[in-house]
């Protein structure tokens, strides 16, 4: 269905890496989000289609206390 991207996949492992440095579930980093209690765990399912935006990224680099650049790679793919 919605099968992410290789930059996708990687930012997603890359917030995930990040919610379980900090011990959030994805419920609990789903409503930091202001998002529905299942948004994380629709990003985390490969074949989901729910992806984070810019605008998620700004607002999970305020929550980490981090660059939105720091969830993405250093060099294209």
Known sequence: MGEATKIEKYII???KEKRLEFGFTQIVLSQKLN???SFVGHVETPNR???YNVNHLNALAKIFKCSPKDFMPE???
């Open 75 to 77: 060099r294209p793919f």
């Open 35 to 37: 998002m529905t209690d």
């Open 13 to 15: 492992e890359n917030v």
């Open 49 to 51: 289609r729910a992806k």
